[in-house]
């Protein structure tokens, strides 16, 4: 009989293996967690508002899903990381009614109106942008403060492009005085930190000075440098070009439900790796000895972060309690509020948008949900977005488990992929033992 436990086990066995796996290709999401392309507006949209709460104060990830019920105005379902930071709840709504604002307003007003947006949002997440903007003002430094061409090749692609790269060193200039401060006054300041920020992306985007840059100024690359200092901006930004699109269904209210992480209830995370017990509750054609060995080569226990490996007993656990991703949460909820629907004949899709990507375990076990409803003939389904190169970050993710209260079919279901994709994972680590 599958239990919660085997699937800790699972997960434990496959830390080792899930990163390079995901590098190599040997795993890939499945095809029925894309949403569909005729809701874009909508995934743009939802996908943005999760983005803010990346950099809401003491929130570490959320999960937002957006449902829309036929014949029913679309809600949004909000999750933070437990627990729920104090105001949450007030501020996302006052956030959405603001960007509802923005839709609405006349042509005079809108400009108004989404500078007061803006605002808002700063005043709330610009510490945590800061936060890492700051420790990296090296970066800045090669923008600013520009080196001489390395040679005459250099020397070329740099004329071509000097006017560019020198307006650009003007806006980094711009966006480094604010940011080496803790806090931009707020109002027009802000405003304008804002407009910077954007007209740095914008001049990025540029092909010329994007390869240029790509090559001579900063070998991580700019779409590199644009996700990792400019996610903020860049949400706000799509977030309110979003507003102005006739196709997303807020016709006046749309409901919100900010749902508290830890409602499902908080466990320790516990998988003993002992051979013995891997073989009695998990049997089958893997060889226990060698994923135990893969476990102990990699080390990997003692790289999550939250999760403590202690070699004499083979246990890897958290040492307290811990809740499950929101993403996952929020998954259940809106489970168990399908299940106890009257109107279960209509067709329903909700799409979760993650602040961090999504990562492994929830992508299969929404494939596993799926794939359980569509065998019962419900027309009830989860999307994801999984087209993300950084999909599956299970290895820096905090502990994953599962909710106590899953379904015995989906639990089993989520044990057969994880299975399966451990026996494949296995093959390939013990054919690069060979080599050594
Ligand atoms: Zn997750």
Not at 212 to 240: E, M, T
Not at 257 to 278: C, H, I, P, W, Y
Not at 365 to 386: C, E, H, M, P, W
């Amino acid at each position: 009989m599958t239990s919660i436990a085997d699937i800790d086990i699972l997960i434990a066995a496959l830390y080792p293996h899930i990163y390079q796996a995901r590098v190599e290709n040997l795993i890939s999401p499945t095809s029925s967690l894309q949403p569909s392309e005729n809701s874009t507006a909508v995934h743009s949209f939802v996908d943005s508002f999760a983005e803010l709460f990346h950099f809401y104060p003491d929130c570490k990830t959320a999960a937002v899903a957006s449902q829309s019920l036929l014949h029913q105005k679309m809600s949004l379902y909000i999750c933070p990381s437990a627990p729920t930071p104090a105001g949450f709840e007030a501020d996302v709504k006052r956030w959405f009614t603001q960007f509802m604002d923005t839709r609405t307003a006349s042509i005079e007003k809108a400009d108004s109106e989404r500078e007061r947006f803006i605002i808002d949002v700063y005043s709330l997440c610009y510490a945590k942008m800061r936060q890492g903007a700051v420790v990296d003002d090296r970066v800045w430094t090669l923008f600013v403060n520009l080196s001489e061409p390395k040679n005459e090749k250099e020397r070329g692609r740099r004329k071509a492009v000097s006017e560019k790269l020198a307006n650009l060193s003007t806006l980094v200039e711009s966006f480094v005085d604010t940011i080496s401060r803790e806090k931009p006054s707020l109002g027009v300041e802000t405003r304008q930190f804002h407009d910077v920020c954007v007209n740095i992306c914008d001049a990025m985007k540029d092909n010329e000075l994007k390869d240029y840059i790509n090559k001579y100024l900063y070998v991580l690359g700019v779409d590199y440098l644009l996700q990792r200092f400019f996610r903020l901006p860049i949400a706000i930004s799509n977030l309110l070009s979003s507003a102005t699109k006739p196709e997303l269904p807020f016709d006046g209210e749309c409901p919100i439900t900010v749902v508290d992480a830890g409602k499902l209830g908080a466990r320790q995370f516990k998988a003993l790796l002992s051979a013995e017990n891997l073989q009695e509750i998990l049997p089958g054609d893997v060889d226990w000895d060698e994923v135990r060995n893969a476990f102990i080569e990699d080390e990997s226990g003692t790289l999550i972060e939250g999760l403590y490996w202690n070699p004499s007993d083979f246990v890897l656990s958290t040492g307290a309690p811990v809740t499950p991703h929101p993403e996952v949460t929020l998954i259940q909820d809106l489970l168990n509020k399908h299940n106890c629907d009257s109107d279960q004949g209509a067709a329903v899709t909700v799409y979760i948008a993650c602040s961090t990507t999504p990562c492994y375990a929830t992508v299969v076990y929404a494939a596993a949900i799926n794939n359980v409803l569509q065998d019962r003939g419900k027309s009830f389904k989860f999307t994801l977005r999984t087209d993300d190169l950084t999909w599956c970050r299970l290895s820096t993710a905090d502990p994953w488990i599962l909710v106590n209260m899953a379904e015995k079919d989906i639990v089993e279901r989520l044990k057969e992929t994880l299975l399966s994709e451990l026996r494949n994972m296995m093959d390939v680590w013990e054919k690069e033992q060979l080599f050594y």
